[in-house]
């Protein structure tokens, strides 16, 4: 596709419900990265991957977040139980090679509201 | 631990003014520094990227500086348009190579 694209865009979920959370990078792009956005601040990184191979997962909050690349290009991060402070919006990224200095291309966000 | 911080938190010029947004890192062990906008709704867009070895980019009306030294970088607008309202973020690759990002500085250009 043209750019990053993620699914849903919005998401109300009930305290203590899973999500799951979409990105489609974009086409060939090798590295894919989420980071986690709370309102007013600066992204946070969560995890990468090079192709399906999730090299740094140090981001995570807690083990309620998991992360998977099976294929190498559609990303999926998962959410179980969620609780309050998981409200955010999750920003997808991708670039085209394996160095994590290349210039990242962003996806608009998934919005998570946890009720 | 790397710590980016941008100031001001939000700031509004009128049209045609040039004006610089100001970013400081404490670690100067850093890879690149990048800058992003932000529109709401849009996501991130990268605007420039300075390797630890230069000391500025240039693109259209944008310049951006890194002193590594001081642990500053600036972007530098020039002829500001109405359409360069947005929030404007900061980033330093660390030594784990991880992006660190500022709060950034919410811009308004008023007509």
Redesign the interface.
Known sequence: GAG?SQSPRYKVAKRGQDVALRCDPISGHVSLFWYQQAL??????LTYFQNEAQL?K??LPSDRFFAERPEGSVSTLKIQRTQQEDSAVY?C?SSQGPS??E???????TRLLVL | KQE?TQIPAALSVPEGENLVLNCSFTDSAI??L?W?RQDP??????LL?IQSSQREQTSGRLNASLDKSSGRSTLYIAASQPGDSATY?C?A?DS?????????TKLIIKP
């Open positions: 990053v007013g601040q600066g992204p946070e990184f740094d140090s981001g920003l990224a994590r200095a210039t990242q291309y962003f996806g608009p966000g | 980016v890879y690149n990048q992003f709704g849009k996501g991130l867009t990268s990227l973020l980033a690759l784990n190579y991880q992006l660190i990002w500022g709060a950034g």
